[in-house]
């Protein structure tokens, strides 16, 4: 074993018990045909959340939380420095796959487990972060927990909106904090970095037979809602000039977003109307109402500025436009970044880099500390899927990236600063 801290963990990793921990974790919530449906602050959520906690606890760790439910697994060290962090999300998609976020709180767990085995004790303190709500699927915005972190003032910007059956997130925040009434209140608190180890969720590592990404940034996004009015009226009486058909109007806003973004190059373009209500979604009656999101995502600052103007400007007495999250892009420490190609080198383990095409919660802890991310490739590059897959080498081997970087940056006293 090697006498550095963070490869003598490294070698502490255990990819039976990480994957163990994975399908344990995938039960809660999971779905008859397969992948998870376990969405933030949900009966499954809370469950899983409750089995973590008794895993952190068994590993010494101290638990607390915030006001966003965010869970801090807090591991000792020697000084009371700021800690050194690692973490994701357990919420998923409606029908999700078992690795988006769970496999970056669970390879944290695993590095505690390494760290316990090998018998280490960090200067700083380590802590594994389970953020609340970053899918967004369930209540907007996405990555909620982690902004609210953040940001603690944003939290109350966030309260009052509801699921489709409408519960609020006050509601669904004040259950999770009964639920674990006994823990102690964390407010936000200084990092010394944050690291966040995460699957692709796209083809780029797998297309170029690598097993892992130092992530260098993340591309900024927009969520907007639109709603657009019309009238209902019967199908068959209603002659096709005297309808205000909310779909069609829909249909003609879809597609001056899409001519808005014409001029992106094709194979950089991401933009998703993935959510849709109809009323009354009935075969024989003309829309009175039809909503719909808008997703985009791109790498640069003007061009996301220039597509808020063209959707500002399709506002309308019967097209009303809500914006919903509205994030640059992120580039991260680069300090940081060389020490994580450091532990590749180190740990043998060939490393690429890309810019991440989703957004994680280290698009929120980039302006709170040092951040950075490794990603592991994603089968077939699907994600949000319950096909969503990564081969358990590959998860082994980011687990120990992460492992050796977290040792070593908890370890100020081996000449590490950053
Ligand atoms: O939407 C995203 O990029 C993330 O996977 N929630
Ligand atoms: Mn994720
Ligand atoms: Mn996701």
Redesign the pocket.
């Known amino acids: 074993m090697s006498s550095e801290p963070g490869m003598l963990v490294a070698g502490y990793v255990r990819q039976e018990r990480l994957l163990d921990n994975l399908a344990a974790l995938a039960r809660f919530g999971a779905l008859p045909a397969g992948g998870v449906n376990r969405q933030a602050l949900s009966a499954e959520d809370l469950a899983a959340r409750e089995w973590i906690i008794d895993l952190a606890v068994a590993l010494g760790c101290e638990v607390t939380t915030d006001q966003c439910a965010n869970l801090f697994i807090r591991r000792a060290g020697l000084r009371d420095l700021p800690p050194v962090v690692t973490g994701s999300h357990i919420d998923t998609q409606p029908c999700g796959g078992n690795l988006?976020g769970c496999y970056g709180v669970m390879a944290g767990i695993e590095c505690l487990f390494a760290l316990n085995e090998a018998g280490i004790v960090t200067q700083r303190p380590l802590e594994v972060v389970i953020w609340t709500n970053?899918?967004?699927s369930r209540f907007s915005p996405?990555a909620m927990g982690s902004c609210a972190f953040v940001n603690p003032e944003r939290l109350t910007d966030y309260l009052d909106n509801q699921d489709q059956d409408g519960i609020k997130v006050s509601a669904a925040l004040a259950e999770c904090h009964r639920r674990f009434a006994a823990l102690g209140r964390r407010a936000r608190h200084p990092m010394a970095a944050f690291i966040e180890l995460h699957i692709e969720?796209g083809p780029v590592l797998e297309q170029a037979g690598l097993p892992l990404a130092v992530v260098q940034g993340i591309q900024g996004?927009r969520w907007y809602q639109i709603r657009c009015l019309g009238r209902s009226a019967h199908a068959g009486t209603t002659p096709m000039d005297r309808r205000e058909d909310a779909m069609t109007l829909a249909r003609r806003v879809a597609d001056r977003i899409e001519q808005a973004v014409a001029d992106v190059p094709a194979d950089q373009l991401r933009l998703t109307f993935g959510c849709w209500q109809v009323a009354p979604n009935a075969i024989n009656t003309v829309a009175g109402e039809v909503g719909f999101t808008v997703d985009f995502r791109y790498p640069d600052a003007a061009v996301l500025d220039r597509f808020d103007a063209a959707i500002a400007s399709l506002a309308a007495g019967n097209v009303i436009i809500t914006p919903m999250l509205s994030q640059p892009p992120v580039a991260f420490d680069a300090q940081l970044l060389a020490r994580q190609r450091a532990c590749c080198a180190a740990l043998a383990i060939p490393a690429g880099q890309l810019v991440s095409g989703?957004?994680?919660d280290a698009m929120h802890l980039a302006a709170h500390c040092p951040t950075g991310m490794f990603f592991v490739p994603s089968r077939d590059g699907v994600s949000?899927n319950p096909a969503e897959y990564t081969d358990p080498h590959s998860l082994w081997l980011g687990a120990r990236a992460l492992a050796c970087c977290l040792t070593e940056l908890a370890n100020p006293l081996t000449g590490v600063t950053l």
């Open positions: 988006d970053e899918e967004g996405g969720q996004v989703a957004f994680h949000h």
